[in-house]
Every structure is written in structure tokens, then in C-alpha cells.
């Protein structure tokens, strides 16, 4: 059986019938002071199909969560929890996109390691974790449980339209194997990557690079899209520089505080994510992604 937090409904449901599994429904209070409880539905709908039903017997249960939100991280907890209760034998935890994974070492003295602290949480109530694309594959070793780390850049080249000679670019070189998996799913173009320095949260310095990209259409790619700063940075030196169209691409489309249409000002012709952050731009379901590692024989 699948369960999900509210941020992952969508790829969950996708998920259960790529799987063929049962999908439970849950029930959210929040409380006067802000708590949040989530509870299974046992009595509900679908819940009291025979496959919920036997699935404590089967013993297994999916989690699927997104934590893009400190609520969503205490939901993750509550239902690994709930499912422990109903007598859940063995829990995958899915993070399709795993918040404050970024944070993933102290800058400065006296910073937390966020991802550490996230991971070490979440790691108790689970037997094994997957990830979809994190900003450093490292922090699968965060986990006290198995964790495994998979790659949904190829499905960025789906929604693609026909190109012409295009040149898929990263933002700075820590994404460039993601721009290079989304190139080979795409079948031509050349790959490159610009110098990124980040002044601040939401100020980014981009470097110039040597690629000519004058009438040619370039895919931006990227792991993920917060404030939209980098995204917007490069659009606006491609645009300078006389590219063709420019499409954005990335795994998590965040797109957090009017991202969007910081992007679309910056005159990118459209932006396509996945669905392990759910949002209008999540053009490509990753559930195929996570499906494939879960039929697969270890
Ligand atoms: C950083 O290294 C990441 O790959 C992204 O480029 C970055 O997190 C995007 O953030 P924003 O959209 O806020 O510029």
C-alpha cells in the first residue's frame, strides 16, 4: 500500500498504478496551536479494501513525501508512525524532494548540517529511503537505514519540443551531469556550463562562457529552481548573446515567492519539472523513475 503527504498526492496516485498497490487516504487536523496530526483513514473509502486491509499481513507500505514544508517534514514522522501502528511490517520512505538537503555541511562555524539533522529523523521510523535527485547524492549518507539515490534527469527530456542545435547548459559545474543525462535522453546537442558565484540568497553572479549560442536553442538545466535568481541570471546573458529559444528545465520546481514569473519576464520560453515537487510546471512525472528501482531485483 501507498501513503503520501499532501505535497505528493499526485505522484503517489501514479505511483499506486504503475505499482498496481492500494492507496490509503489520510485525514489532517491542525490544532488552536498550530500542531499538526495526520492521521490513516482507516475507516475510509479505498482504506478498507482487502489489499489495505492485508497489508499489514504483506507487511509493506510506501511513503511518499515530498518535505517542502516543516509541516510536511512532521507528517513524514506522524505517518511512518501510524503505519507502525497499523502493523506495517517494513516502510519505504520516498522523498521525492528532500527539503534543507542544500544545507548539507556547516559554511560557518555554529551552522547546522539541516541535512544531517533531517536524515537522522526521518531514518528511525523507516527501513530504507529513496531520494530523487539531491542537491549532493552525499547526503544519502546521512541515513542510519539504506538509502538509495535516483537520477530523473533523462524524463526532463520529454516534454522537450524539436530543437535546433541545441545546447543543453547547467549553471555551474556541480549540475553539469544532469545537463549531460537530459542531452543524451534527447539524442543531440552539446553540453556546457556557466561559472556561478552566489552573493546572497537571492543574488547570483553568472560568468560568461565560451559556447557561441547565437540562433542556436538552449535547455537550461538544473537540479533545482528556488527563487528563480539563477535560472533568470542565465536566460538574461543567453537572451544577450543572442540564443534562439530558451527552455528551463530542472528536477524540483520549487519555484518559491513568484519564481515564475521572474522567469517568464526574463524571456524563457517555458519551464518544465518533475513531479516530485508538484506544481504547474511539473510537465514529467518522475513515478516511472522511482517504479523502475522499486521492480528492480537487488
Ligand atoms: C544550486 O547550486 C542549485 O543547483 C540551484 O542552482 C539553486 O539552488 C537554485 O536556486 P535559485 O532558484 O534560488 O537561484
Redesign the pocket.
Known sequence: MIASGRASQSLAAALAADLDEALVETNRTRFPDGEVRVDLDIEAGSNSDPDIVSAGEKGRALLVAATTSPDAFVEVLQLQDALREAGVGEITTILPYMGYA?QDRAFEPGQPVSARAMARAIGIGTDRVLLVNP?EGSVADFFDVPCRVLDAAPRLAEPLPDLSEPVFFA??A??IGLAEGVREAYGVGTTDYFE?T?RS??E?EISPHETDVKGRDVVLV??????????AGTVALLRQRDAARVYGTCIHPVL?NG?YTRLVNAGVEAIYGTDTVERPASAVSVAPTISKELWSPK
Request: net charge negative.
Open positions: 542544500r542537491h549553471p555551474d556541480g549540475a556561478k552566489r540568497g537571492e547570483i538544473d537540479d533545482i529552481v528556488a527563487t528563480g535568481g539563477t535560472m518559491a519564481a
